[in-house]
């Protein structure tokens, strides 16, 4: 089975700051890994994916993530974030051959002027 | 651009009675998934659905869900029996075609049972 862990439940940050969620996943077989985000009052959406190739991972909005199987962790990162940017972000993984995500607790990030 | 829609957005039910969540998936996707999410907990995998059958369901989805796709465009998630434990949001998700595409989300059903 797949588990996700992101280690940070709540990360305040302010405006044009940069910021870094984490997330580590545990999986005895290859995965596809994911970053999704909730804004208040809607459905999740896709900020960015890792199936294969290159580890470094750019998004939409600006962010970024690494993928390092060594450590076993997937962080999303942005080098200046927005008011707008103010949400929930979740850490997904995958089997290869499944279709099911398993989700991270999620961190909500805050930022403020 | 194209999404996915869920109604209704808040059901509230009574302990013992059958529910019925209804999505609409985008048009030319084959992919279908139920997600539930407890309040303060994660989002957590139903099932998935692809070609009138179940693919891969949880632990969870037990005798008392079912999902259908009763015409071509409608994705349902039924709940035979609600229980207090059955509140939660409840997400619908489609996807086109591999493993590893998008799953696009709903904006969820809220689920209250008293």
């Known amino acids: 089975a797949q588990s996700v862990t992101q280690l940070d439940s709540q990360v305040p940050v302010f405006e044009e700051a940069p910021v870094e969620l984490r997330c580590n996943y545990s999986?005895?077989?290859?995965?596809?890994l994911f970053w999704y985000v909730q804004y208040p009052n809607q459905g999740l959406q896709l900020l960015l994916k890792y199936l294969s190739g290159s580890t470094l991972v750019k998004g939409i909005n600006g962010f970024e993530a690494e993928f390092n199987k060594s450590q076993t962790s997937f962080h999303l990162r942005k080098p200046s974030v927005h008011i707008s940017d103010t949400a929930e972000y979740f850490c997904?993984?995958?089997?290869?051959?499944?279709?099911?995500?398993?989700f991270g607790k999620g961190t909500s990030l805050l930022v403020t002027p | 651009e194209p999404e996915v829609t869920q109604t209704p957005s808040h059901q509230v039910t009574q302990m013992g009675q059958e529910v019925i969540l209804r999505c609409v998936p985008i048009s030319n996707h084959l992919y279908f998934y139920w997600y539930r999410q407890i309040l303060g907990q994660k989002v957590e995998f139903l099932v998935s659905?692809?070609?009138?059958?179940?693919?891969?369901k949880s632990e969870i989805f037990d005798d008392q869900f079912s999902v259908e796709r009763p015409d071509g465009s409608n994705f349902t998630l039924k709940i035979r029996s609600t229980k207090l434990e059955d509140s939660a949001m409840y997400f619908c998700a489609s996807s086109a075609r591999l493993a590893g595409d998008e799953q696009y989300f709903g904006p969820g059903t809220r689920l209250t049972v008293t």
């Open positions: 999986s005895s077989v290859s995965v596809y």
């Open positions: 659905f692809y070609n009138n059958e179940i693919s891969e």
């Open positions: 997904a993984v995958s089997r290869y051959s499944g279709y099911a995500l398993n």
